[in-house]
C-alpha cells in the first residue's frame, strides 16, 4: 500500500511558515489569514500513482533555478516531493480554444486528488513551458500564486500585464480574469484555490 510521501509534510509545514510571515497588502493579508484557518491536518491518504506530462521536462530546469532564488527552502522541498507529483492538464478540448497540453501542467498537493484530503482548499502547482501564453481564464475560487521559478508576465483583468518574479504573491478575487506569457525560463508557481473549490476554471 502506498502511503502519502513524508516529504509532502515539509513542502506544507514550509509554505504555511512562508504565508504566516508574508508581507503583503490588505486584500492579499486578508486572504492569506483566511487560508491559514481553513489549513488542512495530517492524514493519512492513499494517493495516485505519480503521472508526468509533455510540460513536466520542464520542471528539473524550474527546480534548480529555484534552489537559487528567494524560495529556495520551497523549492528545495518540492524537489524531494517531486517524484511522487501527479501531473495534469484539466482544460477540456474545444473548438476555438487554445490546446496547451504539451506546454501546462498541474499538480494538486492539498484536494481530492492529493495527498492531504480537504473541503476548504485545494492547493497545488502550476508549471508552464517557455514562449507560453496561457490566455485569459477565471474561476469562482479565490486564488493565491507564489512564484518559485521564472518570470513571467502576469496579466490581471483589465490591466497591461507586469512582470512577476520568483517570491511574488499574486491575489486573483473571485472572478478575475487572469493570463500569464512565459518568456525564455518556465514557470513554476504554488496555487491555492478557496471558497467554491469544486466549479472549474474556465477560459474567457
Partial sequence: MTTRPSSTDSFLTKLHHRYATATAGRALAAELQALLAAWPAESDTIPPAPKRLPACDHLDAALVAGRSGPEAGLAEALSALSPALVWTYSYPARTGQPDLSAAVAFSQIVGPGGFRPSDQLRLG?????PGTHYPPHAHPAIEIYLVI??????GLGGTAAAAQPPGALILHPSGMAHAMQTGAEPLL???SWRGDVTS????L
Fill in 125 to 129: 502547482l502550476t508549471l508552464i513551458a
Fill in 200 to 203: 472549474p476554471s474556465v477560459y
Fill in 189 to 191: 508557481a504554488i496555487w
Fill in 149 to 154: 521559478a521564472g518570470t513571467a508576465f502576469w
